[in-house]
């Protein structure tokens, strides 16, 4: 399974509809193996688009306090916007998602007044059932998927409890 694109439009500092490609295969490379860029350039945004997407839960490890956080607060030049939307496209040839779609695409939406929407391939879907399906293909939200910035100590620091679950997950037994 595989990455193939990322829209992202209202979530942090993510105002307009932002696109990301990853190709299989670039000029003969392997396609993306990290994203560059400056200090406040919205490195750690993509990461945390991605995990919330996904059904993180967690506003700390969002990096936020509130779960309007997530959503664009505004600007000087722009206003702030109403709702956050985050869209993964995967590449599902290989089966890894337990579903007959060559394409899966999974999304997220959440606005102001705290509702918070799962889509698959476009249809509303319940998060424990979303839950299910990523746990089967093995793709959760525990921070073995993505480790931030500052988090490379994650299983040094988390309690026996902590680390029983990030390796249920991994191996399979979560599910």
Known sequence: MILERLEIQGFKSFA????????????????ITCVVGPNGSGKSNLAD?????????????????????VI??????????GFAEVAL??????RVLPLEFEEIVISRKADRSGLSEYYLNK??????????????????????LIVSQGDSDILIKSTAQERRGMLEEVIGLRQ
Do not use: C
């Not at 490890?61 to 509130?66: A, D, I, P, S, V």
């Not at 509303?124 to 921070?143: C, M, Y």
């Open 72 to 81: 664009f607060s505004g600007s000087d030049k722009k206003a702030r916007l």
């Open 16 to 31: 307009q509809k932002t696109v990301l490609e990853f190709p299989k295969e670039n000029r003969g490379g392997k396609g």
């Open 123 to 144: 249809a509303e879907v319940r998060f424990k059932d979303l839950a299910g399906i990523l746990a089967q293909a093995r793709l959760g939200t525990s921070g073995l």
């Open 49 to 69: 688009a991605i995990r919330w997407a996904l059904g993180e839960q967690s506003l700390k490890t969002l990096r936020g306090k509130k779960s309007e956080d």
């Open 89 to 94: 496209y995967f590449n599902n040839e290989s």
